[in-house]
């Protein structure tokens, strides 16, 4: 597989999300499985991968230390701080915390987690307005003088943050949700990244799996699914979203591919920085993604897309009101 640049972080130009094996889409599956899909992902070109404090808690951190522990020094490893977890009990409390004395436990806690001596990547998973930017990037410019992290990075973070937190402390990668039918990092966060030589990646770029083609207007979303609350996957609004899917399923036919491979395509080359991490519990899912960067959408395709996506209204929002409220950018 080809390598992008996330910063001066060289990565695959795909990577892998972990989060779907700490339980956010019904019941996780057993731990070894998660750990030879992580492997398989490994084996077929992937070194980024993607895990946080958050996804359990801690769960996922360990699944994902132990499942790379045999390669460790041929992969990245992103992990996340900022949401109020306690480091010692797990108990996660309401809110956020980027606060510096607690961040350094957490990331403490995380080495341990992960049975590593340093994270590649340490991203603040949520802007926290209660503490200023340029603390937190401090607290991760120490942190890399120390050896614990060799780079930062911010999720779901606005221009202004980016940009204060980047005259501190280098940014190596923004991350936020992107994908062809969530578009909002185009108008501000994409052109500061490029401007300021920061990687940018994009979280669900197959649209939380509707862009897969797999989820219809009937498909039941179980309780534990977060899926089941979010205003865009009401079956009103996935019945109103066909047109999205009908758009990659005509591009798919052309290029012999699948939607979810075109979804990852599109993204891919929207910009030479941009690094997608998809998540999937299944390797069969790892293998059929990563046929993305066998699929090529040149400028005329790229043309056609979004002429046609001009004229498609998506509906309902990408997250529940309550948990938009963290989300700056």
């Known amino acids: 597989m080809k390598t992008r640049m996330l910063g001066d972080l060289a990565v695959s130009e795909l990577g892998f999300g972990t989060m779907s094996f700490a339980a956010p889409y019904g019941e996780a599956p057993p731990r070894e499985e998660a750990i030879k899909t992580i492997r398989g992902a490994f084996e077929r070109g992937v070194t980024l991968f993607d895990t946080a404090e958050a996804y359990g808690p801690w769960t996922n951190e360990e699944i994902v230390g132990e499942a790379l522990a045999p390669v460790r020094d041929e992969v990245v490893i992103a992990t996340k701080f900022g949401w109020n977890v306690d480091p010692e009990t797990g108990v996660r409390n309401p809110g956020l915390n980027s606060r510096p004395e607690h961040v350094r436990k957490v990331v403490d806690a995380m080495l341990k987690r992960l049975g590593t001596d340093r994270i590649e990547l340490l ?25 614990k992290v060799r780079h930062f990075g911010l999720s779901e973070a606005g221009p202004d943050t980016i940009r204060r937190a980047h005259a501190v402390q280098k940014v190596a990668a923004v991350q936020s949700e992107y994908s062809l039918w969530t578009r909002d990092p185009e108008a501000r966060v994409l052109p500061v990244c490029a401007e300021l030589g920061i990687g940018f990646v994009p979280f669900s770029p197959l649209g939380v799996g509707f862009l ?39 591009f798919a036919a052309a290029k012999n591919a699948t939607p979810a491979q075109v979804a990852l395509a599109w993204l891919l080359a929207r910009g030479p920085s941009i690094v997608p991490i998809f998540g999937t519990r299944k390797l069969p899912r790892v293998e059929e993604n990563l046929g993305a960067a066998n699929v090529t959408l040149t400028g005329e395709d790229m043309g056609e897309i979004e002429a046609t996506f001009a004229n498609i209204t998506v509906a309902g929002a990408r997250l529940p009101e309550f948990v938009l409220v963290f989300s700056e950018a």
């Open 212 to 250: 897969t083609g797999t989820i219809s207007p009937s498909t039941e979303l179980g309780a534990t699914d977060f899926r089941s609350i979010s205003p865009r996957f009401a079956e009103d609004a996935r019945k109103a979203n066909q047109p999205v899917l009908d758009l990659l399923n005509r």
């Open 123 to 147: 991203y603040q998973h949520r802007v926290d307005p209660a503490v200023p930017i340029e603390d937190v990037a401090g607290l991760v410019r120490d942190l890399i003088a120390e050896g």
